[in-house]
């Protein structure tokens, strides 16, 4: 059919008006996006030193024995490892994901876990499987920006709760509980995100014990656990008396092995636990089957707990680096804390300074943070911000802080 002529309007049902398509849900037109994540393009510039995102150091990566764990799987499993597999995940690896919890003191069978992609997935179908549009969820006050996402996007009422340099107040949980009914807290008790602190032990016992008296699901959240640099390990909310019939505890191979395997696993309650595989049905039918089977084989081979030793060791340095960068790097009577493991120290700058600023500044010197105010639940804070050392050197490190300093 020949084209119309030049100047001339087609004619025909092509000249009929469209009319636009129906608007987007109102849980995505209403939810606002990743603050971190917006950064991180930012900070992807070259020559940016970035304290931003909690990104594992690359050049730590295993990348010859993830290697050597991929090639044996096609070796031996290729169609195996290249068909559907269960929902719940390969047997050989919730197996070693149990025997490694049950080490650490928290009984657990494989029949306990199920493999996501991702601790977030694990978070995302937990939130699926007993949030409903309405229903009250409490939260640490700052919290990890994801959780705060993935609530709002299922409708929820989401409460902060007090907190102080050490975590949740329990006896303020306890007064929220009995006024808000909510449905669960999350919780990051361990090195959280986004201010490194960690809940000592007697007080994870008192929100065991609250969430038993009043009723409440607990969502632990517990993806930096194994990046401790000094101290010792605090049982998980799971093991104390009062939580075991009501704890979903979430864990990731992202900051032990690598992010880019989307692994993740999460331990629940068999009626819980049946809800989220019910969930993750729809979501995905099964995390990937070669990524599972060859982290189960590198767990095999490799000697996962002294490579998590040799990250710890960097991880340590890079910290105290970051430490001893903060007195230069940041205005005069400015405060931060030192945590004993993860990824990221909380900083707050002084009376009369907005860290929303400094970080506009701070980018046209070639050095990123993340303003703490986003993950705030309740009135943000917005003097404080999130640095993460774990992605830069030493020597990196301390340019950003001269950088920083110009800012």
């Known amino acids: 059919m020949p084209a119309p002529a030049p100047g001339l309007a087609p004619v025909g049902p092509a000249a009929t008006p469209a009319v636009a398509p129906p608007p987007f849900a109102a849980r995505i037109r209403t939810t606002a996006p990743s603050a971190v994540r917006e950064i991180l393009a930012v900070t992807a510039q070259p020559g940016m030193i970035s304290f931003a995102g909690g990104l594992p150091a690359p050049e730590l990566f295993d990348a010859e024995g993830l290697r050597a764990a991929y090639d044996s799987t096609f070796a031996n499993s290729a169609r195996r490892a290249l068909q559907y597999s ?13 025997a490694r919890l049950d080490r650490r003191g928290l009984a657990t069978t ?13 978070l995302s179908l937990l939130t699926t499987a007993l949030i409903e549009p309405g229903d009250s969820v409490l939260v640490e006050n700052p919290t990890y920006l994801a959780a705060l996402q993935g609530f709002a996007l299922a409708g929820a009422r989401v409460i902060p709760v007090p907190c102080d340099d050490e975590g949740i ?5 306890a007064e929220l509980v009995a006024r808000e009914r909510p449905k669960l807290l999350y919780t990051v008790p361990t090195f959280q995100n986004p201010t490194g602190r960690t809940l000592p032990s007697a007080r994870r016992a008192e929100v065991a014990a609250v969430a038993a008296r009043l009723g409440l699901w607990l969502l632990e959240d517990d993806p930096y656990g194994d990046l401790r640099y000094e101290g010792h390990d605090l049982p998980w909310l799971a093991a104390h008396p009062g939580a075991e019939d009501r704890t979903a505890l979430l864990g990731s191979f992202s900051k032990v092995m690598a992010p880019g395997l989307r692994l993740g696993w999460l331990r629940a309650p068999a009626a819980l636990l049946r809800g989220v595989v019910l969930a993750k049905q ?14 189960a084989q590198y767990l095999r081979t490799a000697d996962l707990d002294a490579h998590v030793a040799r990250v710890r060791d960097a991880y340590r340095i890079r910290r105290d680096a970051l430490l001893a960068g903060l007195p230069s790097g940041l205005p005069p009577g400015s405060t931060w804390n030192r ?8 900083a707050r700058l002084p009376e009369g300074h907005d860290a929303t600023a400094l970080l506009r500044a701070a980018a046209a010197r070639g050095v990123a943070f993340v303003p703490g105010a986003p993950f705030f639940a309740g009135p943000p804070d917005p003097r404080t911000l999130r640095l993460s050392f774990t992605t830069h050197t030493p020597k990196e490190i301390e340019e950003g802080f001269a950088r920083l300093s110009m800012a």
Do not use: K
Not at 86 to 98: H, K, M, Q, S
Not at 339 to 346: C, L, Q, Y
């Open 110 to 122: 494989a029949d306990d876990v199920l493999i996501t992609t991702g601790s977030q997935q694990g």
């Open 339 to 346: 945590p004993e493991g993860g990824m990221f120290v909380w």
């Open 86 to 98: 269960t929902t719940e995940g390969a047997p050989e690896l919730r197996a070693v994901v149990a």
């Open 169 to 173: 107040l329990p006896d303020a949980l």
């Open 282 to 295: 729809a979501a995905d039918l099964h995390t990937s089957t070669v990524d599972q089977l060859a982290a």
